[in-house]
């Protein structure tokens, strides 16, 4: 038996068979073949190769079945091993099926997807198993993306990611449902920092993509900074000795934090309508603006100024800096009730 487009007649259409991450779909035409050359997976994720109750009644069913799934290099069954059981009691000799071209992990990986979508369910301590097989084949993928696959919660795929008794290979960063790698480490913290520092606006869908991180993460690297903390939290496990130090220093804004905070005050003012629709309201929006970023190169800036107007500026500035201060005192919740009442 020759492996490829030569094994049996083509029939018209393909098998549709669902993704997974880090895998496309690799299945050929529908075709026929010879069931004597067909062979069993060297590790299928069932425990017992065959349940002949089940072979039985597929046996004595008169629905089509689907085809079978056969991995072309090997010619090893990947999904469909009771459907060929079935078919060989019925003394048939052929059987329909697609060729997987993938490798044998991403045809392990693939057998679990197909087995938990139909047929007779895997029992939950064939699916752990199978959980712990992807793990260590592929430890950059995400919990949800493994639970997905092998019909176990997230919380599953985590605990047998800390307590297996295999060596699972450390990964630096995780693969999830949608395709995207989300970094671990501060990398992708401090890229997501920047990213809000640029652009307060932004989604924090959008600053995930781009740094890597999730938009859970994003959410909480954006209320850090709006905080006025580091986009990137204190380890629990350094606390011991330092804690209190490094709880002042995770507290102070950095120049990073404190643009952001600057930068979304202003959105938020310029779009509430109190002020955006009255006079004195816009010239207030247009008073708080401030001609400089907080990352200024003052240097670059006092070069820059004639000598001329240089004592005409200071004052100037003394004078805004002095109103400014006016303006925050009188708006401090104590003074400002003494100037309502």
């Known amino acids: 038996m020759t492996s490829g487009g030569n094994a049996g007649s083509s029939r018209a259409g393909t098998l549709s068979v669902p993704n997974f991450p880090g895998s496309h779909t690799h299945c050929s035409q529908i075709v026929e073949l010879p069931i004597s050359e067909l062979r069993p997976a060297a590790a299928p994720p069932r425990t017992v190769a065959e ?29 469909g091993w009771h459907r060929l059981c079935a078919a060989r009691l019925r003394g048939e000799t052929t059987i329909t099926a697609v060729f997987f071209d993938g490798g044998p992990e991403e045809a392990f990986v693939l057998a679990v997807k197909l087995n938990t979508a139909h047929g007779l369910p895997l029992s939950l301590a064939e699916r752990k198993a199978a959980a712990l097989r992807i793990l260590v084949s592929y430890p950059d993928w995400s919990d949800r993306a493994i639970a997905a696959i092998a019909g176990v919660s997230p919380k599953t795929v985590s605990a047998i990611r800390r307590r297996s008794p295999v060596e699972v290979p450390q990964a630096t960063g995780r693969i999830a449902r949608n395709g995207v790698r989300h970094r671990f480490g501060p990398q992708g913290r401090q890229r997501a920092a920047e990213l809000f520092a640029a652009d307060p606006t932004a989604s924090t869908r959008k600053v995930a993509v781009a740094a890597g991180i999730s938009v859970t993460t994003a959410k909480d690297v954006r209320n850090r900074l709006l905080s006025g903390k580091s986009p990137v939290p204190l380890r629990r496990s350094a606390r011991p000795a330092a804690a209190s130090a490094a709880e002042n220093s995770d507290s102070t804004p950095i120049p990073l934090a404190q643009r952001m ?25 247009r008073w708080l603006e401030f001609p400089f970023d907080d990352d200024v190169k003052w240097d670059d800036v006092i070069g820059n100024v004639p000598s001329h107007c240089a004592p005409r500026i200071a004052e100037l500035a003394r004078r805004r800096s002095q109103d400014l201060h006016r303006l925050a005192q009188l708006l401090d919740p104590p003074t400002r009730g003494a100037f309502s009442a």
Do not use: C, Y
């Open 51 to 79: 349940n002949t109750a089940h072979t039985r009644a597929l046996a004595e069913s008169t629905t089509a079945p689907a085809p079978i799934v056969v991995r072309r290099a090997t010619m090893q069954v990947v999904d």
């Open 261 to 285: 905070i600057t930068a979304e005050m202003l959105h938020q003012l310029r779009k509430d309508p109190s002020l955006r629709f009255s006079e004195t309201g816009r010239k207030l929006l």
